[in-house]
C-alpha cells in the first residue's frame, strides 16, 4: 500500500482479485488461451510518404518497453524483423543493430517473439506488392532473419495479406494505390506466394518453425436485395487462407477470376504445395471487421455511402445492425475458421480504439468467448492484446497525419509509459485469467440499445443488470451535468443526488449518501451559485471537497474533485505544470487552493484535475471571449478548456485508477489575431481581465490544442443552426 499525502487509502474497486463465485476461468490455466501481446509496428507507403509506427509511437527509442510488457505477465509477443527498415535500401546491405538489440532484450526478458516480416507494407522502394520478384526478395529475408536468430521459431512472414491487398490494390489507400480487380489479386498472390516461399526459406535453417499466419476474417451481411454483393465479399474473405492452404483449384468460386486476372496456374500450383498451409491461423477481429450493406442510403450518414458500379448502397458496421443474436463478434468467427479449417487458432489482434472502459469490455468480451471456445474443444491457443502501446491515425487508415491517437495498455503521451486500466486487465489475465472492473458491470456500447442506426422494430425491452454506479455531486452545473451525460452514453451508471439531499457542506448527509447508494467512486462537480455569499462560495469549494475526500477514503472508493488555473496567480513566463507551488491571487483560486489542501490531506489518493475556464455544450465561444482573454506583456492573449474532452479525460484516468493532480487544459494560448480568424469582431472587442496563466503539464498532455477544440465547437453550433432555405433540383 503506498502512502500519499497524510493518509493511506487502498481503494478496493480497481481490478480486485476475483471471488470465487465469479468465473471458472481462473480455476485452471490450461483450460483458458494463452495471452499473447503486440505491438502495432505497421511500415506503410502512402504516396511518397512513409508511416512507421514504431518510430511514430516512440517505440524505437525506447528499449525499456518491453521490461514493461513482459512485467504484465505476456510471455509471447508479436515483433517484427521489418524488411523495409532492415534492408531499405537494398538487399545486400541489411542493417541488423535494432533486430539484434531488441531480440536479445526479449530473449532476456524470457518473451518469445512472433517475428514479422512485412506488416501492411508492400517492401523497401526497390520492389512492391505487383513485383515479380517481390516472393523471392522477401524470402530471401525471411532467410537471413532465419540464419541470423535460429532460436526463433513463430513467423508471420506478411501480416493479413488479404486486408493489405485490399486497401493497397482495390482501394487505393496504399501503394500502388491501385483500385481494380488485376492489381488487388496480384497484390494477394505475390504476398502468398512470399509466405510459402518466406517458411521454406526458414524451414531450411530451423525445421520446427511455425507459420502464424494472421488476418481479418470479417463477415459481410446485408439486405436481400444486395446478397449477391455480400456473397462475393464472403468468398473473398476466405481467399488468403484458402489460398495459402492449397485449396484454390479449378473449383474454387474464385478460380477463373484469378486467371483472368493475370495469375497464372503454375503460381497457384506452387501454393498447393502445401508451405504456406498456416500451423496456427490467427484471427484479427475489430468492432469494424464485420460489415452491412443496405440500399437504402438515407438511413445512414453520407460517409458510408458507395457501391459495386451496379449499385449503390451503404457499408456501415453490422455490429449497428438489429441482427439475430449470435450472428456477429468474435466467436461466431472463430466457430466458422474452426469449422472450415480445422486448423489451431489464435485471436492475434484485440483492440478497440474507444474510451477506457470499452476497450476493457471489448477485451473482456473476445476472452471469454475465446476461452468458451476452447472449453468447446476447439483448439484455441492464444489471445493477443494488440497496440500495447497505441496506434496513431488508424482512424483514418494511415491516410492523413492528423496525430489521432488509441490509447493501449499504456499511455505514451507523457515523459515514461502509463499504464492504462487496460494493462492492468491484461496483468489480471496474465494471474487469473478473468478480469474483475466495476465497468464491466455494463454491457459494450457494441451490445447496448440505442447503437442501432434505426431503431429495431418489436425488440423486448433489455432486461435490467445490476450495476455498481459512480456518485456525481453537483450534477445539475455545467460540468456535472456533462460528467453525466457522458456517463450514461459510455454505459457508466450514476447516481446524482440532489442540493435537497446532498449538501456537501454537511459532513453526515455526505456519509450517509455513500452509506446508501454505495457507488463505485465519486466525483465533485459541485459549485457554488454566483449570487452565494462569498463566505458560502468557500465553503462549498473547500469544506464540501474536503467532507467527499474524507468519505471515499473511509470506504477505500476513488475520488475525483475539479480545481482551476486561478490556483496561479501568472507571474511565471511559463505554463504551470502540476508541481509548482499555488499562489492564488483571488477569491475563486484561494478556495481551491484550500480545497485542493484539505482533499490531499484527507485522501492520499484522490485525484485532482486543474483545468482553465469551460466553455461547451450550447456554448457560443465568440460571447465568452471577453471573459477568456488575458494580458502577456503588452499581448492579448486566450486560454480555456474545452468540456467535452475534458470529461472524457476524466473519466479515462478515473477507471486508469489515476491520483494526484493532473493538468487538463486546452493546450496552448491563441493570440488575438490567431482568435480574430475564428471569431473577428468578438476577439478584437475582448479586453484582458487579468494576468495569463497557461496550464502545461508534466505527467501527461491528454488533451487536444485549443485551437483545435474552438474548431470543432464552431461545427457544433454550426450543426445545431437550422439549414437555410436553399433551392432543391428535381430528381
Sequence with gaps: MERRGGTAVRPNVHFSKPTREQDLTELDAAARPELWGGLECSVVRVGNDCRNQFAETGHLNRPDDLDRIAALGIRTLRYPVSWETTAPDSPERCDWRFADERLARMRRLGLRPIAGLLHHGSGPRYTSMTDPDFPALLARHAGEVAARFPWIDLFTPVNEPLTTARFSGLYGHWYPHGRDMPTFLRCLVNECLATALAMRAIRRVNGAARLVQTEDLGKVFSTPQLQDQAEHENQRRWLSIDLLCGRVDRHH????????????????????????????????????????????????????????????????????????DGETGARARLAEA????????????????????????????????????????????????????????????????????????????????????????????????????????????????????????????????????????????????????????????????GRGELDVTDERQVAEAIRQHRPWAVINAAAPREAEDPRRQFRVTSLGAENLARACAAGGLPFVTFSSDRVFDGALERPYVEGDATAPACLIGRSKAEAERRVSRAHGDALIIRMSRLFGGDDDPALLLAGWARSRGTGTFFTATYLPDVVRAALDLLIDGETGTWHLP???????????????????QARPAGRLVMLGSERARLMPSLAEALQRQKEVLAAAQPAPPCAVAAE
Design 253 to 324: 468460386p474464385w478460380h477463373a477470376t484469378l486467371l483472368r486476372s493475370g495469375i497464372r496456374e503454375a503460381e497457384l500450383a506452387l501454393l498447393s504445395e502445401g508451405e504456406g498451409r498456416p500451423d496456427i491461423l490467427g484471427i484479427n477481429y475489430y468492432a469494424t471487421s464485420e460489415r452491412y450493406l443496405d440500399e437504402a442510403l438515407g438511413r445512414y450518414p453520407p460517409c458510408f455511402h458507395g457501391g459495386n458500379g451496379r449499385q449503390a448502397y451503404a457499408d456501415v458496421e453490422a455490429l449497428r445492425i438489429d441482427l439475430p
Design 338 to 497: 474452426w469449422e472450415r479449417y480445422h486448423l489451431p487458432l489464435a485471436v492475434t489482434e484485440v483492440h478497440h480504439g474507444s474510451t477506457r472502459e470499452e476497450q476493457l469490455r471489448w477485451l473482456a468480451e473476445v476472452w471469454d468467448d475465446a476461452a468458451a471456445l476452447k472449453r468447446d474443444g476447439v483448439d484455441l491457443r492464444a489471445v493477443t492484446a494488440w497496440s500495447l502501446l497505441g496506434a496513431l491515425d488508424w482512424n483514418s487508415l494511415l491516410t492523413r497525419r492528423h496525430g489521432h491517437y488509441e490509447v493501449g495498455a499504456f499511455d505514451i503521451r507523457g515523459p515514461r509509459l502509463r499504464l492504462t486500466a487496460l494493462g492492468k486487465a491484461l496483468r489480471q489475465l496474465s494471474e487469473t485469467g478473468c478480469i474483475t472492473h466495476p465497468a464491466l458491470d455494463q454491457k459494450g456500447w457494441w451490445r447496448r440499445d440505442g447503437r442501432h442506426y434505426w431503431p429495431p422494430a418489436g425488440r423486448a425491452p433489455p432486461v435490467l443488470r445490476r450495476t455498481r454506479s459512480i456518485l456525481i455531486a453537483g450534477a445539475s452545473g455545467k460540468l456535472g451535468a456533462a460528467l453525466a451525460r457522458a456517463c450514461a452514453q459510455r454505459g457508466l451508471d450514476i447516481t446524482c443526488p
Design 666 to 684: 486546452s493546450h496552448g494560448a491563441l493570440s488575438r489575431r490567431e482568435m480574430e480568424c475564428l471569431f473577428p469582431v468578438a476577439a478584437q
